[in-house]
């Protein structure tokens, strides 16, 4: 079974199969060995089809990456929680035979056991290596034990400079993975702009992107970032350097404002 990588790139909102190409590609070509997507997103296919030019191109198996998709709240409701097939038609799109790791992209609560059990049947089958939940707290975490009898070993959350999530050192304190989509809150003026995030980076010789990609890692979080750009991949890669200090850490820890770039996260019950 693969082992999660520290970092690994997303397909949310890529335009093209060009553009999905020469991502895949270019994070391939860098070490960047871990993939995400999601039915909501609509970019299975194309990340299939990138990933296999990619790994062929570049004289890869597929048991040297990591692909990550996801089962939606849509799919959960349709089905009532009967989602093999949802999982068997990514895989499909995806062009694998199996995934190293499936979330639930939203807990609701109604579908949630049903879920489970089939994501489970498909971990023992080998379908499926991981499971995990996106978009939860400590609290939905407890109602979701009480509802499974088991904790996911992945959470997926929105992390940023500007949305801490204190709960990650609980979630590591029982031995789950965290994983930060959005991890660069989507370079807003407030981090575009930030004269802490700007100082760090100015004393490291880095730029503030690789600095907040290198605190979620230095915090034990796997973050997420997506761009377009292979020059921005290269650059965000190249973190391997240097390490921030604790004063560098808790600097960047302070600018928390419980901000979230996805207003609708707040949508879901318990989050």
Same mark, same amino acid.
């Given at each position: 079974? #693969? ?5 690994? =790139? ?5 335009? !093209? ?13 860098? &070490? ?12 299975? @296919? ?6 296999? $030019?990619? /790994?062929?191109?570049?004289? *890869? $198996? ?5 692909? !990550? ?8 409701? *349709? ?32 579908? /949630?056991? #049903? ?6 049947? %498909?971990?023992?089958?080998? =379908?499926? &290596? ?8 400590? *609290? ?5 034990? !009480? ?14 400079? %500007? ?6 050192? +609980? ?5 789950? =993975? ?25 004393? @490291?010789?880095? &730029? ?24 921005? =991949?290269?650059?965000? %890669? ?13 600097? +960047? $820890?302070?600018?928390? *404002? ?14």
């Amino acid at each position: 079974m #693969n082992q999660i990588p520290n970092i690994m =790139i997303g397909s949310f909102k890529i335009p !093209s199969q060009n553009v999905m190409n020469d991502m895949i590609s270019s994070a391939i070509e860098n &070490n960047c060995l871990g993939f995400d997507t999601s039915p909501s997103y609509g970019t299975e @296919h194309a990340l299939g089809v990138a990933i296999n $030019r990619a /790994l062929i191109s570049q004289q *890869k $198996r597929r048991e040297d990456i990591f692909v !990550s998709d996801k089962i939606d709240g849509i799919q959960m409701q *349709k089905y009532k929680g009967r989602v093999r097939e949802c999982v068997k038609e990514s895989l499909m799109k995806v062009r694998c035979d199996y995934f190293d790791l499936v979330l639930i992209h939203w807990p609701f609560m109604e579908y /949630l056991d #049903n879920t489970w059990y089939e994501l489970s049947n %498909l971990r023992k089958e080998g =379908i499926i &290596n991981y499971i995990g939940i996106c978009n939860v707290n400590e *609290k939905k975490l407890n109602e979701i034990f !009480s509802l499974i009898g088991e904790n996911p070993q992945v959470i997926q959350n929105e992390i940023s400079p %500007l949305n801490y999530d204190y709960d990650v050192e +609980i979630f590591k304190r029982k031995g789950i =993975i965290v994983e930060a989509y959005s991890p660069l809150g989507r370079m807003i003026k407030p981090i575009r702009c930030s004269e802490i995030l700007n100082k760090i980076a100015l004393k @490291h010789n880095k &730029n503030i992107g690789q600095i907040i990609l290198k605190w979620h890692i230095q915090r034990g979080i796997i973050p997420i970032f997506t761009s377009t750009d292979n020059n921005r =991949i290269k650059s965000n %890669l190249q973190i391997n350097d240097f390490k921030l200090d604790e004063e560098d850490m808790a600097n +960047i $820890r302070n600018m928390d *404002k419980k901000y979230k770039i996805f207003p609708y996260s707040y949508g879901c019950p318990g989050y």
